[in-house]
């Protein structure tokens, strides 16, 4: 059985310590200070207004579909939406 602590023989052990895996460096600051910038806010949405857009732009049946039991349906859905995806780039 092998333990964390254990080594191979003839290898030396290095003599500083280790950081932890877990351990995060800091983050480190972007070059040219940036000042006063900050990134623009995504506007929040309601379900609603989520189930709409989605239906507008994915089509209502599609979108139905996504959450079938049936995953043939549900296939069927996202290579729908796959075209539809394929026709806005």
Not at 23 to 50: N, R
Not at 76 to 87: F, L, P
Request: with cysteine; aromatic share 4%; hydrophobic share 35%.
């Amino acid at each position: 059985m092998f333990h964390s602590n254990s080594q191979k023989p003839g290898t030396a052990k290095s003599g500083g310590a280790k950081k932890p895996a877990g351990a995060k460096a800091k983050p480190k600051k972007a070059a040219g200070g940036g000042g006063g910038e900050s990134k623009p806010a995504e506007a929040l949405l309601s379900d609603e207004a989520v189930d709409e857009k989605a239906n507008a732009l994915l089509g209502e049946e599609n979108v139905k579909n996504l959450a079938n039991s049936n995953w043939k349906e549900r296939l069927a859905a996202m290579e729908n939406i796959e075209q539809v995806c394929v026709y806005y780039m």
